[in-house]
């Protein structure tokens, strides 16, 4: 595991079966894949409401499963946001997608042991 800690993913999905687990984790690659496609359009019309809104949506799919780096990242990207801070977002928004990179990894590892 690079990024989710699984003992802590278990705790916070012990009320799911086996097949609602995957389910998430398939929910979020795709709501992962859509926010990321508004957060590039709204970043090249720099549209900071678009950009608040996909960042903080973001931070609560990932909030349920780890509250590291990539929590921490989108929190301060939607921050960034709503001051809107054009080139602090340009500059740590690659960060941040490489961390979900790493995150996706790990739940498709995840998804694998189930």
Do not use: C, R, W
């Not at 079966?17 to 090249?44: A, N, R």
């Amino acid at each position: 595991m690079k990024i989710l800690n699984k003992s802590q993913f278990d705790k916070n999905f012990s009320f799911f079966d086996t097949k609602t687990k995957k389910e998430i984790i398939e929910l979020f690659k795709v709501e992962y894949q859509s926010k990321i496609e508004v957060i590039d359009t709204s970043l090249i019309q720099k549209d900071f409401d678009d950009l608040i809104f996909s960042f903080h949506s973001l931070k609560g799919v990932i909030g349920n499963f780890e509250l590291g780096a990539p929590y921490k990242k989108a929190k301060e990207l939607e921050l960034l946001s709503k001051e809107n801070n054009y080139t602090s977002i340009v500059e740590k928004l690659p960060l941040f997608k490489e961390d979900i990179k790493l995150l996706i990894e790990d739940l498709e590892e995840i998804k694998k042991t189930l």
